[in-house]
């Protein structure tokens, strides 16, 4: 049985992920802030969400969440088809916003995962240079919440990021960060970051060992093309190493690192988003602000209390792998 922190980490990196999304989406697309800019769930933005309210990213997340709680093995059709179904009842719902890769891969499929792979294939057979955005890797973090080996989350992460993005380097991307998630669950630290590129292919170790290395010393602000899976990782990853953790309240540091991605500008709701599963897989659910869960909520009418609900261990996780304590 889990104990009472590993359960406060579960339910974090699901509701630090949609915090992150909703405190990010009143600033998209906006510049970079001062450092004492104020941050907070204000809602509008280019596309006139509610104050707490998560977009796409969460949303899409959502479906995997359930996906995962439900049981079932990741690289099963059965998993993947649940999860593509959501998908088409969200994108169904009219949402404010749709990633432009999303929706020309939703629109070319024929609402079966299988489908839905082939069209995303040829998209980036035909966009070999823009077949790399963030779409997958913002909601991949709730496969880290899975009973899998642990080579198992960078599969997971691949199967489900390339339904929609199948350059491979988004799913090398979702593969160290769904491993990250997953260890920072177990662990409670942030090493899986780097202890993920073990398990990339040898070839490719040295360049993510060197990506990790520009995030940790350049500025956030460096990274200002954060639609492009890459650069969303390293600015995620800026944000979390970048800001100090406070002596007296170390969990604080969850709340001040998703400011730091928002600052960044830009993409702001995605790199928060991809920062928070990581942070709040971390810390925990416990270290986000009341005020802020109080107010999260998003398709398909779920709360945060809902994303805890989700973050429950996976019922048929035995037949999967080793369980996570």
């Given at each position: 049985?889990?104990?009472?922190?590993t359960?406060?980490?579960?339910?974090?990196?699901l509701?630090a992920?949609a915090c992150?999304?909703?405190?990010?989406?009143?600033?998209e697309?906006s510049?970079p802030?001062?450092?004492?800019?104020?941050?907070?769930?204000?809602?509008?933005?280019?596309?006139?969400?509610?104050p707490?309210?998560w977009?796409?990213?969460?949303a899409?997340?959502?479906?995997?969440?359930?996906?995962v709680?439900?049981?079932g093995?990741p690289s099963?059709?059965?998993?993947?088809d649940r999860i593509v179904e959501?998908?088409?009842?969200?994108a169904?719902?009219?949402?404010?916003d749709?990633?432009?890769?999303?929706?020309?891969?939703?629109?070319?499929?024929?609402?079966?995962?299988?489908g839905?792979?082939?069209?995303?294939?040829?998209?980036?057979?035909?966009?070999?240079d823009?077949?790399?955005?963030n779409?997958?890797?913002m909601?991949t973090a709730?496969?880290?919440l899975?009973r899998l080996?642990?080579?198992g989350?960078?599969?997971?992460a691949a199967l489900?990021?390339e339904l929609?993005?199948?350059?491979?380097?988004s799913s090398?991307?979702?593969?160290?960060?769904t491993?990250?998630?997953?260890?920072?669950?177990?662990?409670?630290?942030?090493d899986?970051?780097?202890a993920?590129l073990d398990?990339?292919?040898?070839?490719r170790v040295?360049?993510?060992?060197?990506l990790?290395d520009?995030?940790?010393?350049?500025p956030?602000?460096a990274?200002e093309?954060?639609g492009?899976v890459?650069?969303?990782l390293?600015a995620?990853?800026?944000?979390i190493?970048q800001?100090?953790?406070p002596d007296?309240d170390p969990p604080?540091h969850l709340r001040?690192?998703?400011?730091?991605?928002?600052?960044?500008?830009?993409?702001?709701?995605?790199?928060?988003?991809?920062a928070?599963?990581l942070l709040g897989?971390r810390?925990?659910?416990?270290?986000?602000?009341?005020?802020w869960?109080?107010?999260?909520?998003?398709?398909?009418?779920?709360?945060?209390a809902?994303?805890?609900r989700?973050?429950?261990p996976d019922?048929?996780?035995r037949v999967l792998?080793e369980?996570?304590?």
């Open positions: 049985m889990e104990d009472t922190d359960a406060d980490r579960r339910s974090g990196a509701l992920a992150g999304d909703a405190l990010g989406a009143g600033y697309f510049k802030m001062a450092d004492d800019a104020p941050v907070d769930m204000v809602g509008g933005g280019p596309f006139g969400f509610a707490g309210e977009t796409d990213d969460t899409m997340a959502v479906a995997v969440a359930e996906a709680a439900s049981g093995d099963s059709d059965d998993f993947q959501r998908w088409y009842d969200w169904d719902s009219n949402p404010p749709i990633g432009n890769q999303t929706r020309a891969v939703l629109g070319r499929g024929d609402r079966t995962a299988e839905l792979r082939d069209a995303a294939y040829s998209h980036f057979v035909h966009h070999p823009g077949s790399a955005g779409g997958a890797l909601r709730p496969l880290g899975a080996t642990e080579r989350f960078f599969e997971a489900v990021g929609t993005h199948a350059d491979p380097v090398e991307a979702c593969g160290i960060w491993y990250a998630v997953h260890h920072a669950v177990v662990h409670g630290t942030f899986g970051v780097r993920a398990y990339l292919p040898e070839d040295d360049h993510w060992a060197g990790l520009e995030a940790e010393t350049q956030i602000t990274f093309h954060n492009w890459v650069h969303a390293q995620a990853w800026a944000a190493v800001t100090p953790v007296d604080a001040l690192a998703l400011e730091r991605a928002v600052r960044a500008g830009g993409d702001t709701d995605t790199v928060a988003c991809i928070g599963g897989a810390w925990g659910a416990s270290a986000l602000p009341t005020a869960t109080s107010k999260v909520h998003g398709w398909p009418g779920y709360n945060a809902d994303l805890v989700l973050s429950r019922p048929l996780s792998g369980p996570l304590s």
